[in-house]
Every structure is written in structure tokens, then in C-alpha cells.
């Protein structure tokens, strides 16, 4: 029965350890990376300020963002409340992310950063993937793309991929 990929952690075997003794697993959704990078924003008085970060995914995809104030060592989670210097919000549309910060007659001027993670999954649910095995290949299809792997060499010990293709990267053992 094709299962789909599996990786588990050292002294574990994939093929008969329980799930949380396994460092991937292709059956459960997995972030996907697309685009990382950091922001500066200058913010010399009260007011408004922003920066947008188009991805054109054509989704609200799912994402992580960290802030670091001026005069401040630490990194928060964005969004904030204004205790840690402004008023900080940050969302997605479905072709960009958008950062705001708010400064009043109370808060911390100068440069701020933000840190930003932008991955492929869209913050509404997609299916799982489906695993179909009809050949000397496992493909892992995703509802917007398939994932192919070749074996060109049967394993000598099942559970461990002695060689395989994808596209045009190969790994042989």
C-alpha cells in the first residue's frame, strides 16, 4: 500500500513508529516557505505609517511577523499591543501583506523592523494531499500542484530510498 513520504527521528523506524516520532510525514499539511524578509519603516513623529509586501499568490496566504523597536534588543509578535513603543497591525489580501504602525504623542519614534514569513498555504483550508502510486513512482498531489518522485532502483532494505529523481535533481546512494 503506497503510504507517501515518511521521515522519522534518529533510532525510530518510519515504517512502524508512532506519529509523534516522526520528524515529517507527507499524510498532514506542512507550511510551505515562500518569501522571508525584513522591512525598516522610519516613523519620526505621530501618524501613520506602512509598507506592502506583494506576494501575488492570488490567496490570503498564511504568515508569521516579528517587530523590533528602536532602542529595543527584543523582537514581538506582530500584532502587538502599544505597550511595546506603537500600535501595530499587519494582514494579508490575496496579492499582498500589509504592516501598519500607528504612532501617538506617546510613543517610540525612529526606525522600526519587522521580520516577516510568507508561506504558499492558504489561511483557508485546502484538501490533503492524495498519494497515488501506479508505477516505479510515487507522486504526492497537492490540490494546486503534483510532486513527483522516481525510483529508479529498488531499495535493498524497504523503508529507506536508495535513489530518486525529481525533475532534475537526483539522489543516489
Not at 499587519?90 to 510613543?107: A, D, E, R, W
Request: overall charge neutral; hydrophobic content about 35%; aromatic content about 14%.
Amino acid at each position: 500500500m503506497a503510504y507517501g513520504i515518511k521521515i522519522s527521528k534518529e533510532g525510530f523506524n518510519a515504517n512502524t513508529t508512532e506519529e509523534n516520532n516522526l520528524v515529517f510525514t507527507s499524510q498532514r499539511e506542512g507550511l510551505k516557505h515562500y518569501i522571508v524578509g525584513t522591512e525598516t519603516i522610519n516613523c519620526p513623529s505621530v501618524g501613520t505609517y506602512g509598507k506592502t509586501i506583494n506576494h501575488w499568490l492570488g490567496y490570503a496566504p498564511v504568515f508569521l511577523a516579528m517587530i523590533k523597536v528602536p532602542g529595543n534588543n527584543f523582537w514581538y509578535p506582530m500584532p502587538s499591543d502599544e505597550s511595546i513603543g506603537c500600535y501595530n497591525y499587519i494582514f494579508s489580501t490575496n496579492s499582498s501583506l500589509q504592516i501598519k504602525l500607528v504612532l501617538g504623542p506617546n510613543s517610540t519614534f525612529g526606525t522600526y523592523y519587522v521580520k516577516y514569513y510568507i508561506f504558499a498555504n492558504s489561511i483557508i483550508p485546502q484538501p490533503l494531499p492524495r498519494v497515488s502510486s501506479e508505477g516505479p513512482w510515487l507522486d504526492v498531489v497537492y490540490a494546486d500542484m503534483t510532486l513527483g518522485v522516481n525510483f529508479s532502483k529498488p531499495s535493498p532494505t524497504p523503508g529507506i530510498i536508495k535513489d530518486a529523481n525529481y525533475g532534475d535533481l537526483s539522489f543516489g546512494g
